[in-house]
């Protein structure tokens, strides 16, 4: 009976060593997959780092080619240019050669001036009777002024002059 027991704690030892072994194990693989994983996603960070400074110098050297290309623009480069037969020039003696024919041709041009030009004589017939303003002509642009405007170099507003109304006139 005492053999019985002595064996029956021995299996039962045996089991929970195999079971904790089997625990072990399993732990052990898990933490093996999180190792590939991590792994896995730090690769994945660094080829992303890696693109993202690939694009970040690929933009500052477009943006450096940008400016160059403005800078040359406003310092006149001529990189390739049409002469008369409307035929693309690209050597720089050739560009300059078209350039100097343009600029002679254009300043040797000799502008017509008219013979004379004459205007008639205006002689002042005699003064012009202009008609005083009425009362009505007055009140009816004072009813077309707007209020709230800025007034006049004279600085009188248009609610001003209306409240002055009849007064006034």
């Excluded at 190792?35 to 690929?58: H, Y």
């Excluded at 690209?90 to 041009?109: A, H, M």
């Excluded at 170099?153 to 609610?159: G, R, T």
């Amino acid at each position: 009976m005492l053999n019985d027991i002595v064996q029956r704690i021995h299996d039962e030892d045996v089991r929970a060593m195999e079971e904790r072994m089997c625990k072990i194990k399993k732990t052990q693989q898990e933490i093996n997959k999180f190792k590939v994983a991590q792994e896995t996603k730090r690769e994945e960070m660094q080829r992303q780092v890696s693109i993202f400074e690939e694009e970040q110098r690929a933009a500052k050297e477009r943006k450096r080619l940008i400016q160059k290309k403005r800078v040359s623009m406003l310092q006149g480069h001529a990189y390739n240019i049409k002469n008369k037969d409307v035929e693309i020039i690209r050597e720089k003696s050739g560009i300059s050669k078209v350039v100097e024919d343009f600029y002679t041709q254009l300043y040797s041009i000799t502008i017509l001036q008219p013979k004379s030009v004459t205007l008639e004589n205006i002689t002042n017939v005699g003064p012009e009777d202009i008609p005083a303003f009425t009362t009505d002509e007055i009140n009816h642009a004072l009813s077309q002024m707007k209020n709230g405007r800025n007034p006049s170099l004279d600085e009188i507003s248009a609610k001003m002059l209306k409240l002055a109304g009849a007064a006034t006139l």
